[in-house]
């Protein structure tokens, strides 16, 4: 078996497989999964196989927000998202960013607005949240995505410091999860997928409250998991 795993094209935060390239060229919409192909049978067989799998990951008429979504992954997942037929809020403190994923979304084909906030602020997500409800109907993904890191030896932190990447990565994740969740609660569905990382499981040397952060993250969606 061989294995093709596809990404949306954005900048340099995700690369497009020679694979999905291919397929782009002779008019195939590439998505975000990682899918098998079989080394026997016919050509026209695997490109019937394939065709059925991805119809699996479709989502259409699901509403979805992301965070940080005006760059790089979070770029990437806003893209992947509308392109199996999602309707997307693009959620970012800077507009012009937010606007430009937009803007990328709308030209591929997909449905998606924008929504500036400020994730420190509950009123903001609250917020962000109602109106992605009013705009779309209903909110059934939420990606919470969007994270600081700040390199700075321990003893140097300040305590605004250490509040601004304490907020950003885990606080606001609290706060959307919980304003999303109430809908969702009410909806009878939903998803909720926070963007953790390496340094949430070994510590690094200067990141010590990008690692608490982000630590607090993976544990938060274990316990949200229950």
Same mark, same amino acid.
């Given at each position: 078996?061989?294995?093709?795993?596809?990404?949306?094209?954005?900048?340099?935060?995700?690369?497009?497989?020679?694979?999905?390239?291919?397929?782009?060229?002779?008019?195939?919409?590439?998505?975000?999964?990682?899918?098998?192909?079989?080394?026997?049978? %016919?050509?026209?067989?695997?490109?019937?196989?394939?065709?059925?799998?991805?119809?699996?990951?479709?989502?259409?008429?699901?509403?979805?927000?992301?965070?940080?979504?005006?760059?790089?992954?979070?770029?990437?997942?806003?893209?992947?998202?509308?392109?199996?037929?999602?309707?997307?809020?693009?959620?970012?403190?800077?507009?012009?960013?937010?606007?430009?994923?937009?803007?990328?979304?709308?030209?591929?084909?997909?449905?998606?607005?924008?929504?500036?906030?400020?994730?420190?602020?509950?009123?903001?997500?609250?917020?962000?949240?109602?109106?992605?409800?009013?705009?779309?109907?209903?909110?059934?993904?939420?990606?919470?995505?969007?994270?600081?890191?700040?390199?700075?030896?321990?003893?140097?932190?300040?305590?605004?410091?250490?509040?601004?990447?304490?907020?950003?990565?885990?606080? %606001?994740?609290?706060?959307?999860?919980?304003?999303?969740?109430?809908?969702?609660?009410?909806?009878?569905?939903?998803?909720?997928?926070?963007?953790?990382?390496?340094?949430?499981?070994?510590?690094?040397?200067?990141?010590?409250?990008?690692?608490? %952060?982000?630590?607090?993250?993976?544990?938060?969606?274990?316990?949200?998991?229950?």
């Amino acid at each position: 078996m061989k294995y093709v795993h596809e990404t949306p094209p954005v900048g340099q935060a995700m690369g497009l497989g020679s694979e999905c390239q291919r397929r782009r060229n002779n008019g195939w919409r590439c998505r975000s999964v990682a899918y098998q192909i079989g080394e026997s049978g %016919s050509s026209g067989n695997k490109e019937k196989r394939l065709e059925m799998l991805l119809d699996q990951f479709r989502l259409d008429g699901a509403a979805a927000i992301v965070t940080g979504g005006g760059g790089g992954m979070g770029r990437a997942i806003s893209l992947a998202l509308a392109d199996v037929g999602a309707s997307v809020t693009v959620a970012d403190v800077v507009a012009e960013a937010g606007e430009q994923t937009v803007d990328a979304v709308k030209k591929a084909g997909g449905k998606a607005m924008f929504f500036k906030v400020d994730l420190g602020k509950k009123s903001e997500i609250e917020n962000m949240v109602e109106t992605t409800v009013k705009e779309f109907g209903k909110v059934d993904i939420l990606i919470n995505n969007a994270g600081i890191q700040l390199a700075k030896p321990f003893i140097d932190l300040t305590e605004d410091e250490w509040h601004r990447v304490m907020n950003i990565n885990l606080t %606001s994740i609290f706060l959307c999860s919980q304003a999303a969740g109430k809908h969702m609660i009410k909806q009878g569905s939903g998803k909720v997928i926070n963007i953790a990382s390496n340094g949430g499981l070994r510590a690094a040397s200067g990141q010590s409250v990008y690692c608490v %952060s982000k630590a607090g993250v993976i544990m938060l969606t274990k316990a949200l998991a229950l």
